[in-house]
């Protein structure tokens, strides 16, 4: 059982940035993929970024390539998404979600953590 708490969520101008964290629970962490999503109000839960179980490769949407950087510490069980230059439309709820290795199906879930960027 892998258990995924998000925090550092906050209100930010426009071009600030923000630093969220996805820390994990289980011995089994460094097994696990870890995806960022995020949802705005009446909106769909959108993918965002990504970094495979082995940390050895990253994937980004478009929408936040160069701007945002997702890391891990498996030291810590901990995965990181760095925000740089946040615009309005980078407001919503982030969550992280674990699929074991390469396999699609998201076994577990955050409870969200909000962001919100002001103009």
């Known amino acids: 059982q892998v258990q995924l708490v998000e925090s550092g969520g906050g209100l930010v101008q426009a071009g600030g940035s923000l630093r969220l964290s996805c820390a994990a629970s289980?011995?089994?962490?460094?097994?696990?993929?870890i995806d960022w999503f995020r949802q705005a109000p009446g909106k769909e839960r959108k993918f965002v970024a990504g970094i495979i179980w082995s940390g050895d490769s990253t994937y980004y949407d478009d929408s936040v390539k160069g701007r945002f950087t997702i890391s891990r510490d498996n030291a810590k069980s901990t995965v990181y998404l760095q925000m740089n230059t946040l615009t309005p439309e980078d407001t919503a709820v982030y969550y992280c979600?674990?699929?074991?290795?390469?396999?699609?199906?998201?076994?577990?879930w955050g409870q969200g953590t909000q962001v919100t960027v002001s103009s």
């Open positions: 979600a674990a699929r074991y290795r390469n396999t699609s199906n998201y076994e577990y």
């Open positions: 289980g011995h089994t962490f460094t097994s696990y993929t």
